[in-house]
C-alpha cells in the first residue's frame, strides 16, 4: 500500500483480542498481576473464541464508515492468535483450534477493507524474554534473532498491508536493529508500511491516546479505545458517545491523519453492545455527512497550522473544508443563525445538509452571517452546513479583538500548555 492510500483511510478499527480477554481485566494483565507461563498455559487451555466472528466484525467496520482494520496477532504475552510454527502458544493448539489472523484477513478482503496486523516485540512468555536480553548479552542475540524469525513468518504467511509494532521496551531503535529489520521484511513483502513503535522512523506516526498531529507534519494515526482499556474490562463502562467519537474524527480529519478505534471482544471473542451501538450510530452520521469528513481533495498543511483557527475557534464546532466548500460541523447548535468572522473568501451559498434547506446570507469585510436555520438541530450528534465560496476557504482571528496592520505574533507565540 501506497503512504498516499494510508492517508485517506481517515478511520479504522483496532482490536484487542488474546487471552487477556478471558480474565476480564484489560490486556496487561499478566504483567499488572504478574501471572506465570503455567498460569498463561491454564488460560491458554480454555481459550475457545466461540463467538469470535470476523466476517461480523468486518461488516460492523464497514457500517461504520471505516475502511481498514487492525488486528492484534500477539499481544505482549506471546500468546498468537495465527498458525505458527515457532510455538504451540497459539490459537491454532488450543481448544479455539482456528488461525484467527487469517479468517480476519479473509474477512477484511471481501469487505474492501485494508488490514493491518499488530504484533508485540516484546513477549513476556518467551525464553529468554526482554529482561533476559537487557542483562545478558548471549541472550539478547538469541532473543533478537528469535524476534526477527517470529515478524518474518508472519509477513511471509499472510497477505496485510501494515505492521503495526508495539512494545519496544526495553530497546531503542539500535537495540531492535530496527531498520533492518524494516529492510528484511520489505524484501519479503514490497509496499509493506510500517509504525515507528520498532524505533526506525516508520512510515507514519502514532499518537496513542490523543489527536494530534505530529510537528512537523507528516503521515499519521491516532489510536483511541471506545472507553478505557484496549483489552476487554467488565468493570469499564465509561463509554464514547457517538458525538465524542465524532470529534475524534474531525480531528483526524482537521490535521490528515487517521483515527484508529479500538473495541475489545469479551473473553469468548463476542463484541460488547455498547461498542457496537457507537459505532454503528456514527456510521449512519458519516453516511449522510461524510463528504466534511473525508473531502475528495487534501487540502493545504499550510492552511491548518498554528495560527489558523478554521478548525478549532468556531464555537459551533469544528470546521473543516474541500475544495471550495467550508463545512460547518455543529455540535453545539448556534440556534437560527450564527456568524464567522476572519475569512479570506467569500461564502456564495449556504445549506443545511439533510434539510435540502438553503439559507440566507449576509456578508460584509470578512464577517458572514447565516439565518433561516431550524430552532433545534436536525441530527442529535451534530449538524452540518456547506458553505460554498467563491475560493478554497482560509480563516484567520487574531488574539485581539481585532487584527494589527503590521507584522505580529500569530496566537500563540509560544508552545500552548493547552491540552486539547
Not at 475502511?67 to 506471546?78: A, N, Q
Not at 531503542?172 to 515507528?196: C, H, Q, T, V
Not at 459551533?316 to 479570506?344: D, K, Q
Request: with cysteine; charged share 25%; glycine share 8%.
Amino acid at each position: 500500500m501506497k503512504k498516499e492510500e494510508f492517508e485517506e483511510l481517515r478511520y479504522g478499527m483496532f482490536v484487542h483480542y488474546g487471552l487477556y480477554s478471558l480474565l476480564e481485566r484489560g490486556e496487561w494483565v499478566m504483567n499488572r498481576e504478574k501471572l506465570s507461563r503455567e498460569q498463561m498455559l491454564d488460560l491458554a487451555a480454555r481459550f475457545t473464541a466461540e463467538n469470535f466472528d470476523a466476517d461480523a466484525l468486518c461488516a460492523l467496520a464497514v457500517r461504520g464508515g471505516m475502511r481498514y482494520i487492525v488486528l492484534t496477532t500477539m499481544h505482549h504475552d506471546g500468546f498468537c492468535l495465527y498458525d505458527t510454527q515457532l510455538t504451540d502458544f497459539n490459537s491454532v493448539k488450543s481448544p479455539c483450534g482456528r488461525d484467527l489472523v487469517a479468517e480476519t484477513i479473509a474477512a477484511a478482503r471481501k469487505h474492501g477493507l485494508k488490514v493491518g496486523l499488530y504484533h508485540s516485540l516484546n513477549n513476556w512468555s518467551a525464553v529468554p524474554d526482554a529482561v533476559d536480553a537487557l542483562e545478558d548479552p548471549a541472550a539478547y542475540e538469541q532473543f533478537i534473532a528469535n524476534t526477527f524469525e517470529r515478524v518474518e513468518e508472519l509477513v511471509r504467511n499472510y497477505d496485510f498491508d501494515i505492521l503495526w509494532y508495539d512494545g519496544w521496551w526495553p530497546f531503542d531503535a539500535a537495540g531492535w536493529k530496527a531498520d533492518e529489520m524494516n529492510a528484511r521484511l520489505l524484501s519479503i513483502k514490497p509496499g509493506l508500511l510500517f509504525n515507528p513503535r520498532n524505533g526506525a522512523e516508520g512510515d507514519f506516526a502514532t499518537p496513542e491516546g490523543h489527536m494530534s498531529a505530529p510537528s512537523p507534519w507528516r503521515p499519521w494515526e491516532g489510536c483511541m479505545t471506545l472507553n478505557d482499556n484496549w483489552g476487554y474490562h467488565a468493570g469499564d463502562d465509561n463509554w464514547k458517545r457517538p458525538r465524542d467519537v465524532l470529534k475524534l474524527l474531525l480531528a483526524a480529519a482537521k490535521g490528515r491523519g487517521n483515527l484508529l478505534l479500538n473495541v475489545g471482544p469479551r473473553g469468548d471473542g463476542s463484541i460488547p453492545q455498547e461498542s457496537v451501538t457507537v459505532i454503528e450510530r456514527v456510521g449512519r452520521w458519516l453516511k449522510q455527512y461524510g463528504e466534511a469528513v473525508y473531502p475528495a481533495e487534501r487540502f493545504s498543511h499550510a492552511l491548518i497550522e498554528r495560527g489558523d483557527h478554521r478548525g478549532d475557534w468556531c464555537h459551533h464546532g469544528p470546521l473543516a473544508a474541500a475544495g471550495n466548500n467550508l463545512y460547518l460541523i455543529a455540535t453545539s447548535w448556534p440556534g437560527t443563525e450564527f456568524v464567522l468572522t476572519g475569512l479570506g473568501m467569500n461564502v456564495q451559498e449556504a445549506e443545511l445538509l439533510g434539510a435540502d434547506k438553503k439559507l440566507t446570507i449576509d456578508q460584509e469585510n470578512g464577517k458572514v452571517k447565516v439565518s433561516g436555520l431550524p430552532e433545534h438541530p436536525i441530527d442529535e450528534v451534530a449538524s452540518v452546513i456547506r458553505m460554498v465560496c467563491d475560493a478554497p476557504p482560509t480563516m484567520y482571528i487574531c488574539g485581539g479583538m481585532r487584527t494589527p496592520s503590521v507584522p505580529h505574533c500569530w496566537y500563540d507565540p509560544m508552545e500552548s500548555d493547552c491540552v486539547i
